[in-house]
């Protein structure tokens, strides 16, 4: 199960990220990178997500695509915890990682100026975030109708 969990979270981009905020939900999508069962994403501390989490670190987050036939879904829901880890320059490794996934992101990192004002307001304020599982499950409706395996967490936070 930890080979199947890591492959998709390696294969897939975004990330759907559930916060909350004096009992309003809020969800938003993020592109992430995976080093080992840890996903980190960059975003804006003064997002309506980033607000949230500057008060509650406890979120929700699915993984997966957006299937057709019921069928045939598959994806991850978890429970975790996030943390600030801080901007472009603290985290040179985590900005390689996200260059060597998507590679449009490398002129966000590196030249924003190239993709004009609005943009480099924005980037001059991002900050990368670790979300770390806390409860981790595996759906295949493949196996059954509503299939799900829990993935133990102490297994989930070995990298």
Same mark, same amino acid.
């Given at each position: 199960?930890?080979?199947?969990?890591?492959?998709?979270?390696?294969?897939?981009?975004?990330?759907?990220?559930?916060?909350a905020? #004096? &009992?309003? +939900?809020?969800?938003?999508?993020?592109?992430?990178?995976?080093? &080992?069962?840890k996903?980190y994403?960059?975003?804006? +501390?003064?997002? !309506?997500?980033g %607000?949230?989490l500057?008060?509650l /670190?406890r979120? *929700?987050?699915?993984?997966?695509?957006?299937?057709?036939?019921? !069928?045939?879904?598959?994806?991850?829901?978890?429970?975790?915890?996030? !943390?600030?880890?801080?901007?472009?320059?603290?985290? =040179?490794?985590?900005?390689? /990682?996200?260059?060597?996934?998507?590679?449009?992101?490398? *002129?966000?990192?590196?030249?924003?100026?190239?993709? &004009?004002?609005?943009?480099?307001?924005k980037?001059?304020? %991002? #900050?990368?975030?670790?979300?770390? +599982?806390?409860?981790?499950?595996?759906?295949?409706?493949?196996?059954?109708? =509503?299939?799900? #395996?829990?993935? +133990?967490?102490?297994? *989930?936070? #070995?990298?």
């Amino acid at each position: 199960m930890r080979t199947i969990i890591l492959q998709y979270m390696s294969s897939h981009h975004t990330l759907a990220l559930a916060t909350a905020q #004096e &009992g309003l +939900p809020h969800c938003a999508t993020v592109f992430y990178v995976n080093i &080992g069962f840890k996903l980190y994403f960059v975003s804006s +501390p003064t997002s !309506r997500h980033g %607000v949230n989490l500057s008060r509650l /670190a406890r979120v *929700s987050a699915t993984i997966n695509e957006d299937y057709a036939l019921w !069928r045939l879904i598959k994806g991850i829901q978890l429970e975790g915890t996030v !943390r600030k880890v801080g901007g472009l320059w603290e985290n =040179g490794q985590l900005a390689i /990682a996200f260059t060597k996934k998507f590679s449009d992101v490398a *002129s966000f990192f590196a030249a924003p100026r190239q993709l &004009g004002k609005e943009i480099i307001a924005k980037v001059k304020g %991002v #900050e990368f975030y670790e979300l770390s +599982p806390t409860s981790l499950f595996y759906l295949d409706n493949e196996l059954g109708f =509503g299939h799900r #395996e829990e993935l +133990p967490f102490a297994q *989930s936070e #070995e990298l």
